[in-house]
């Protein structure tokens, strides 16, 4: 056998018993390869089962304070709370009457990437709040204040609800506490919502959304121009939230429902279908998470009701009326 023969020879025989080995080590590494991922994906599901991850934060409000949560440190029914902001906490930043204004704490919601939170007191008053140094940025008397959003060139809007004074949406400047720009009647506010493909702000009251077009925004002399006005299935506007670009849900005394913008009308939530009294929802289409409040004790309740997972987390520190998420559409 010649050299170059010789060469190929063992080397064939070499290749052939690198396989051997490689196949009868990969007999043995797959099944314990297998094994360890099922395990790993077991420990998962085990954990996923008690502790919901929506991947986003809850927050909180009623009495006096306002509660962010943290879904996935939940244990059992009972919420971890991550951050807390009481009235009491301002009191050396906003004049004395505050103290009673911010009581009843009726809405909390995330703004501005959630670094801000605004929030209403139906004691009276409306505030715009630092999340991180709990600095107050903006505040308000507002009669009966249930909810407030924020608008294009650094404004607020603020819904009240049933008072000698209230029953009305007003417009302020963030960087002019308490000066009224804007004012418009209607009867048991309770709502606003900015939703800006479609470049208007609606409004809940008893039985009605209204649509209003932002004029001269631009100017130290802008307006509210009314649009539209939707009568809602039933009386008892609660709460109005967005779950989309040209989508909301509405809820009332008698239940919840989809208001679809483009199409003008309501329908049924199915998952809530005739639950009433509900306080705040919030929706994720992508995955149908939900998260809402019952005034299942009186006006308030103790329970923060959350599905897809399934969870009720207890809060029984403060009287809660509304609940808020970081829900991406």
């Known amino acids: 056998m010649n050299k170059n023969k010789l060469y190929i020879y063992r080397r064939n025989k070499y290749l052939t018993l690198n396989y051997k080995l490689m196949k009868t080590q990969t007999k043995t590494f797959r099944p314990l390869c297998v094994t360890a991922i099922m395990a790993v994906c077991l420990l998962l599901m085990a954990s996923c089962k008690h502790h919901p991850k929506f991947g986003e934060e809850i927050i909180v409000c009623g009495d006096d304070k306002v509660l962010i949560l943290d879904p996935a440190q939940t244990e059992g029914n009972k919420g971890k709370v991550i951050w807390q902001w009481k009235t009491s906490d301002a009191a050396d930043q906003l004049p004395a ?56 060139n650094n404004r607020l809007v603020v819904a009240m609800s049933t008072h000698p004074q209230g029953n009305a949406i007003e417009i302020y400047d963030i960087d002019k506490p308490e000066k009224v720009l804007i004012r418009d009647s209607l009867y048991f506010a309770h709502g606003v919502v900015w939703m800006p493909k479609e470049k208007r702000l609606y409004a809940l009251g008893f039985n009605v959304i209204r649509s209003y077009k932002l004029m001269d925004w631009n100017t130290k002399h802008p307006s509210l121009v009314l649009d539209k006005q939707y009568y809602t299935p039933a009386e008892g506007g609660h709460d109005l939230v967005p779950i989309g670009d040209h989508m909301m849900l509405t809820t009332n005394h008698k239940g919840v429902y989809f208001f679809d913008l483009k199409k003008e009308r309501f329908s049924s939530f199915e998952l809530l279908e005739q639950m009433p009294n509900v306080k705040s929802v919030n929706f994720r289409p992508k995955g149908q998470g939900l998260a809402y409040t019952q005034a299942d004790i009186n006006w308030w309740t103790h329970h923060i009701y959350l599905e897809h997972p399934a969870q009720t987390i207890i809060i029984d520190s403060i009287n809660v009326y509304k609940v808020r998420t970081t829900f991406k559409f």
């Open 97 to 152: 009457e505050y103290q009673k204004l911010l009581q009843n704490i009726d809405e909390c919601k995330f703004t501005d990437n959630n670094r801000k939170i605004m929030i209403t007191a139906s004691g009276g008053g409306a505030l715009l709040l630092d999340r991180a140094t709990k600095k107050c940025l903006f505040y308000a008397k507002v009669p009966m204040a249930h909810s407030i959003e924020k608008l294009p």
